[in-house]
């Protein structure tokens, strides 16, 4: 297979039952690359990537990741292939602090005065967050600070170096900016600037626009469960991109039942 | 140099994140007020009195704390007390001896645990009503397993778990109370099970994606609250060398409400073991107070409901002060 692609996904059907979410959609993530991927409300997006995170089974088609054929059939074989998904409510655990959030499910421990038990190892796991926000390019006052007392943007870095912590290669991100004010949704898209510098490629879903065209590389639009136009970035206009989302306007390549 | 940053870090921990300064001021206080108007309250005598009657509610706060850390609540601790303990005199007085009716007890009260754990993660009934039923049904079963009356006749030598002194001054329940007290900290601040458990009271959903095992952790948590019962029962057997159904009653309220004195949120994911000590020491200290004093015994109720109310309060405040910041 193609050596350039970290992902693809072809002929993904989904259906809720009446409703066809995904109708064949293909899709796919190079090494590196920042995707936006956009659509409309129920046009498909997040049960594409709910798919591709495991979250949720396809009714057909077929993930291939780094050249190999890949069952995901549950988040955790998702996370094996090192896709990681970070949630549009971020699911963090306020009442704790970052380096808890950040190693939850993966704790650091160690054997204190021969204990037989392990003991947190909270300096450690104190230490990695620090490094971890550091490479996003944040710094928290006050690490022990329960996560709740952080601002949205300072979350959103939380929520993404528990991704850097996995060692992800895909992230996804549903909506992270949506909630945000200006200069906070400019912060996660520089968060999102530094993941591709560390070469992990990204997915960011969002409904606006000017978000997208800041930081991705390429940009694929969904309508009513279907492919419907894919664009390098620097080719293209907000007003195209609008007109492929609302329907004015279909790929020819796309056009075929 | 660890241990020398490591004390200003555990009073920052005790008195500021915590929010345990003002409730163990408060315990200072309530001692050294009843200590200047009854002296007698710093005897030997007294003290071990006391530190016997904390015991009861310290062993139940624990067990409490580990559910209410998870956001649920136990309303059968009492009740299960009195059933558990007419069960030990039972089992204990009919062949089973002292230690096959420990066992049988302590098996029974994981058994009530795994019911109610079982109940709330997998049915989805909610702790409340789970737990209320247990509240009604066991003190029901305790009554009717005895008729009414209490089961007397333990093996001599069992009253040494209440009366025993260790170095002619500790006794054995304090002890015993110490250690178990040690543990449980260690257990809720020190381990990745612990920290699980938090997680999961601060946002279940989020405990979910994190790929914990929440209803197995719940469940556990259910099971060591019953476990708390357990122990308790089998200290207040040894202390009145009987079964008796009439025991155990408003238990549960004065272990929930040390829980919340010490602390912690009825929202989940805020409380410590600590806390609830200091809580329950807040609340035996009291009782201890107005016996001293001669006030009526009514009027600890009536002053454990009002502070109870008081902590709550102030916990929804704090939590409505973090929603609208500034």
Redesign the interface.
């Known amino acids: 297979m193609d050596n350039e692609f970290f992902l693809l996904a072809r002929d993904i059907h989904k259906r809720f039952g009446a409703v066809q979410a995904l109708r064949g959609v293909d899709f796919e993530v190079r090494y590196g690359e920042v995707v936006g991927l956009v659509g409309d409300n129920g046009a498909g997006k997040s049960t594409l990537m709910k798919i591709l995170a495991g979250a949720l089974p396809p009714d057909r088609g077929e993930i291939w990741i780094e050249g190999k054929r890949a069952n995901i059939s549950s988040?955790?074989d998702s996370r094996r292939y090192g896709i990681e998904m970070v949630?549009q409510?971020?699911?963090?655990?306020?009442?704790?602090d970052a380096p808890?959030n950040v190693f939850?499910?993966r704790?650091k421990?160690h054997r204190f005065w021969k204990l037989t038990?392990?003991?947190?190892h909270r300096r450690e796991m104190e230490k990695v967050t620090g490094e971890l926000l550091l490479r996003l390019g944040v710094q928290l006052p006050n690490l022990?600070q329960r996560v709740?007392?952080l601002s949205g943007g300072q979350r959103q870095a939380v929520a993404i170096a528990r991704t850097l912590l996995a060692q992800a290669k895909l992230v996804i991100m549903d909506e992270p900016t949506a909630a945000l004010g200006v200069s906070e949704a400019e912060r996660v898209l520089d968060l999102i600037r530094r993941l591709k510098e560390e070469g992990i490629s990204v997915v960011f879903i969002t409904h606006r626009l000017p978000h997208i065209f800041a930081v991705c590389d390429r940009i694929v639009v969904l309508r009513a469960g279907k492919r419907v136009g894919e664009r390098t970035t620097c080719e293209t206009t907000m007003e195209e991109i609008t007109q492929l989302i609302v329907g004015g306007k279909t790929d020819v390549k796309y056009e075929r039942e | 140099m660890r241990r020398i940053t490591a004390i200003p870090q555990l009073l920052r921990k005790l008195f500021l994140e915590r929010a345990t300064a003002g409730i163990f001021l408060a315990l200072l206080a309530i001692i050294l007020v009843t200590g200047i108007v009854n002296p007698r309250f710093f005897s030997a005598y007294n003290l071990q009195t006391l530190g016997r009657q904390l015991v009861i509610f310290g062993f139940l706060a624990i067990g409490e704390t580990f559910v209410i850390v998870t956001g649920g609540i136990d309303l059968s601790v009492g009740s299960l007390t009195a059933l558990l303990n007419v069960l030990l005199a039972l089992f204990m007085t009919r062949g089973l001896g002292t230690a096959g009716g420990i066992l049988a007890t302590l098996a029974i009260a994981i058994a009530f645990g795994l019911w109610h754990g079982l109940f709330v993660t997998k049915l989805r009934v909610p702790a409340f009503i789970i737990t209320l039923g247990s509240f009604v049904g066991a003190k029901g079963l305790a009554a009717l397993i005895t008729k009414g009356w209490p089961i007397s006749g333990l093996p001599s030598g069992f009253s040494q778990l209440w009366e025993g002194m260790i170095f002619r001054v500790i006794p054995v329940p304090v002890l015993a109370f110490v250690v178990v007290a040690i543990f449980a900290h260690f257990l809720l601040g020190y381990t990745v099970w612990g920290r699980h458990l938090y997680a999961i009271g601060g946002d279940i959903e989020a405990a979910r994606r994190f790929g914990i095992k929440i209803d197995a952790l719940r469940i556990m948590a259910y099971i060591i609250s019953a476990l708390s019962a357990g122990v308790v029962a089998l200290f207040i057997a040894a202390r009145l060398n009987q079964g008796n159904p009439t025991v155990g009653t408003l238990y549960e309220m004065y272990a929930i409400a040390a829980v919340v004195i010490g602390g912690a949120s009825l929202f989940g994911g805020e409380g410590s073991i600590i806390g609830s000590i200091v809580g329950a020491c807040i609340i035996s200290v009291l009782w201890n107070a107005l016996v001293l004093m001669r006030v009526s015994a009514y009027w600890h109720e009536v002053t454990v409901g009002a502070i109870i109310v008081a902590a709550v309060t102030v916990d929804i405040l704090r939590r409505r002060r973090i929603q609208q910041p500034g």
Do not use: I, K, Q, S
């Open positions: 988040p955790h949630y409510d971020l699911a963090l655990a306020g009442n704790l808890a939850m499910g704790e421990t038990t392990p003991v947190l022990r709740r007392y």
